[in-house]
């Protein structure tokens, strides 16, 4: 009997009274109680993406929307740029190149954020640029990419979309998609969602919309003028993922009665006591600035990190590692969705117990007292 702790940034735990909903018998998709539904989902979409833009659900897995958000936008022989400072910054460029476009990558070492100065440099290079495609939190390192100050300098450029793969920063900390100007924003459901994989998001300006009339890309089951106009109707262009849409509508009660910016105090919060119990064992962070979804650490220089997510995982904890060059170097601890201070608190108790096996000096309590000073507001 094992009573198991997932604390991945994605997928992520499910409550249970989602997990419940989820149970019930499959509605029709095409009835008029199912398209209440997916139409007040839409709705209370909304204020999570911070616009009042629909915000359209694709079927897919996160990638699926990033894909859309390429392949209705673009034209043959566009220029995109991209933030290539992680897995998931690279995989703009490989959507971008899969359909032929000409992707200008900006390289950014893995940990640390883009500098406004070389976007402004890579748009006064590619003043034609259809896009600047980047992460708000780009969860194979953990950092924060300034979103602001991105979508600033897109704002004044009438071709360019500022297009952000909010995934792991929608519903964990803000970003003001109408106020700052992001033109599109995707999300998935397996992050701060609390739902299984299986569910994107994605919303659009009035810009962006517009430059999708003149997209000729290829393109079939991720046309976004198709499902935006069905979707205004409560009603996907195919059959829709039911179970996860009405397990979608029991979370949005909870986000909406938490309220968004209390949603976003409580990931800030749990975020910054990790942060402090990493630091409290004499660890190093990965990424600056980091994004709120997920902590990134060093091992140790003369550890290997799998050392420390194999220790963690024989207590029944699963953690991510790094990938690519980080793989055996770092280590990453998900705090996005359903968490508690309590599972933080686990989970730092575990890396102590596992750093204490594997040699690493440290008085022992100080990662988890340093967690507890935090949430206690000292
Ligand atoms: C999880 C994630 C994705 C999407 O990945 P899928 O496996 O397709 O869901 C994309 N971008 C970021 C930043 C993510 O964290």
Known sequence: MQKRLLMTPGPTPIPGDVLLAMAQPIL???????????????????PIFA???QVLMLSSSGTGAMEAAITNFCRHGDTIITVAGGKFGQRWGQIGRAYGLSVVEIEVEWGQAVELSAIEEALNEHPGAR??????????TGVRHPVQGIAALCRTRSETL???????????????MDKWGVDIVVSGSQKAFMLPPGLAFIACSEKAWAMAEQSDLPRFYFDLLKERKNQATGQT????????????????????????????????????????????????????????SVTAAWAPDDMDAG?????????????????????????????????SQADIIATLSALECTLADLGHEFS???????AAAVFEGK
């Open 28 to 46: 029709h998709h095409r009835t008029p109680e199912f398209k209440g539904l997916l139409k007040s989902c839409g709705d209370d979409l909304q």
């Open 51 to 53: 616009t009042n833009e």
């Open 307 to 339: 050392d420390i997510i194999k220790g963690i995982g024989q207590r029944n904890i699963k953690i991510a590692g790094g990938q690519d060059h980080l793989k055996g170097r770092i280590f990453r601890i998900g705090h996005l969705g359903w968490f």
């Open 131 to 140: 896009g600047i495609y980047v992460q708000a939190s780009e969860t194979s």
């Open 237 to 292: 262009a195919y059959t829709s993922p039911v179970s996860l849409v009405v397990g979608l509508r029991k979370v949005l009660d909870r986000m909406l009665a938490m309220g968004v910016e209390a949603l976003h105090e409580h990931h800030d919060t749990l975020a910054r006591g990790t942060r402090a119990g990493i630091l409290a064992l004499g660890l190093k962070l990965l990424a600056n600035p980091p994004a709120t």
């Open 162 to 176: 500022c297009v952000v793969d909010g995934i792991t920063a929608v519903g964990v900390e803000p970003l003001e």
């Open 364 to 370: 022992p309590g100080v990662g988890v007292v340093a």
